[in-house]
Nanobody
Framework: VQLQASGGGLVQDGGSLRLSCAAS????????IGWFRQAPGKEREFVAA????????DYPDSVKGRFTISKDSAKNTVYLQMNSLKPEDTAVYYC???????????????WGQGTLVTVSS
């Protein structure tokens, strides 16, 4: 199963975007799907995660209250709704999967190509 992120683009400070992470096949109930981002010259960082079975979510403080992760089981797709975007949210956004409740990059696999989000000031 491959994961493909899409939906990035250019948006102004304070704007919104919705990213999609589509799986090429079935997402198993034991999986958790996470969103990460990587800005130029910086390490990849955790943005959000959701458990496929119960839809439990997790966010770091940097995006809590602004970003919302959700899933559509019928479409095998995870979404990341990003509101009140800031220039510091500019990065390539990736989705990946894990069987752990984790925020660590190393615990995730099946990284797809990312999607670029640019927030202009």
């Amino acid at each position: 199963v491959q994961l493909q992120a899409s939906g990035g683009g250019l948006v102004q400070d304070g704007g919104s975007l919705r990213l999609s992470c589509a799986a090429s096949g079935r997402i198993y109930s034991s999986w958790n799907i996470g969103w990460f981002r990587q800005a130029p010259g910086k390490e990849r960082e955790f943005v959000a995660a959701i458990t496929w079975s119960y839809g439990r979510t997790d966010y770091p403080d940097s995006v809590k209250g602004r970003f919302t992760i959700s899933k559509d089981s019928a479409k095998n797709t995870v979404y990341l709704q990003m509101n009140s975007l800031k220039p510091e949210d500019t990065a390539v956004y990736y989705c990946a999967r894990t069987v752990q409740r984790s925020r660590m990059v190393g615990d995730y696999s099946t990284w797809g190509q990312g999607t670029l989000v640019t927030v202009s000031s």
